[in-house]
């Protein structure tokens, strides 16, 4: 079956710098990948969505890029900040109609 | 509009008891998911709704679990007998369809079984 897979290692960056998670997913490539924000006590919050034929997608600072070839998702925040520290999750949609979940990567951005 | 709502935000409760959370989707979203989270497991999809149908039950770890929609804006997972193994975190989601599954998360119930 389908697994997704994210780095289970807490990333600690400086504010400033750019953050990168990853994402693999190990058989068929998905229709479409999600990408969702969780902070502590709370519900993951939605980001962004890259499709399957779509190399890049930008939003403001965020960039989410797809490789098929690699079975990969990476996901990258420009200009850090404090504020941008949470857990990241990466999901997804499969063929049955359901989204699926990494386990998250904690991200840390130290002043 | 004020979002997922899910109620209790909090549930403590001991070993065999009856446990029932609440959910009120976001209105006009005909589906209606159930996730539980856990450190060890991540965030686990239970079951889900499409316009108040069961779809995908798969997900539901036994038969002391089961989940219902009677209404558009309504539903309930409950648990019965409760288990020390039950304590997490549990969402509900709701998406319209159409929107490629973008889902909006209510704040979660977390359930405490001593």
């Known amino acids: 079956s389908q697994k997704i897979e994210q780095n289970s290692e807490a990333l600690n960056i400086q504010e400033g710098k750019t953050a990168t998670l990853t994402c693999n997913y190990t058989n068929y490539s998905p229709a479409y990948l999600q990408w969702y924000r969780q902070d502590p006590g709370r519900g993951p919050v939605f980001l962004l969505l890259?499709?399957?034929?779509?190399k890049e997608k930008r939003k403001e600072r965020l960039k989410v890029t797809f490789d098929t070839t690699l079975k990969q998702s990476l996901f990258h925040i420009t200009a850090s900040q404090p504020a941008d520290s949470a857990t990241y999750l990466c999901a997804e949609y499969n063929q049955g109609g359901k989204l699926i979940f990494g386990q998250g990567t904690e991200l840390s951005v130290k002043p | 509009d004020a979002g997922v709502i899910q109620s209790p935000r909090h549930e403590v409760t001991e070993m065999g008891q009856e446990v029932t959370l609440r959910c009120k989707p976001i209105s006009g979203h005909d589906y209606l998911f159930w996730y539980r989270q856990t450190m060890m497991r991540g965030l686990e999809l239970l079951i889900y709704f499409n316009n108040n149908v069961p779809i995908d039950d798969s997900g539901m770890p036994e038969d002391r679990f089961s989940a219902k929609m009677p209404n558009a804006s309504f539903s309930t997972l409950k648990i019965q007998p409760s288990e020390p193994r039950d304590s997490a975190v549990y969402f509900c989601a709701s998406s319209s369809s159409g929107s490629y599954n973008e889902q909006f998360f209510g704040p979660g119930t977390r359930l405490t079984v001593l």
């Open positions: 890259i499709r399957e034929n779509e």
